[in-house]
């Protein structure tokens, strides 16, 4: 077995299952949920900042409809840092889907976490 990786925080890797891009520092992969790493102590969220959940109902009487999933993230200047549609789809007369986006905040490796406000 190989130490955890004791890297710069944020730096990124990809998945060896799905190949999504993943923290460095990730023992499981948050997208596939795939072991990476079997660590003696696994890295638990610190917490969860932000967690938004939503449903979406078509009405019976409606016809279908499209939706595309767009997740943009803005730095402290509203600059956008990155955007991508995360999901697409379609939903028939009476069909709902539920959307649920979580933020979750680890310990960079070698640092201590996020100080208490």
């Keep these: 077995m190989s ?14 299952h799905c190949k999504a891009t993943i923290l460095d520092s990730a023992s499981v992969c948050p997208a596939c949920r795939g072991h990476l ?22 009405p019976a009487t409606g016809g279908a ?13 509203g600059e956008e840092v990155t955007r991508q549609v995360v999901g697409v789809g379609a939903l028939k007369p009476d069909e709902t ?3 649920t986006l979580a ?3 680890f310990a960079a490796p070698g640092g201590k976490g996020r100080s208490a406000r």
């Design 3 to 16: 130490a955890v990786r004791q890297g710069t925080a944020g730096a990124t890797r990809n998945c060896p």
């Design 37 to 58: 790493r079997f660590d003696s102590a696994p890295q638990n969220a610190l917490e969860t900042p932000l967690r938004v959940e939503g449903t979406i109902r078509q």
């Design 65 to 77: 409809a499209e939706y595309s999933v767009v997740l943009s993230i803005r730095n402290e200047r």
């Design 97 to 99: 889907r539920t959307f």
């Design 103 to 105: 933020v979750e905040m």
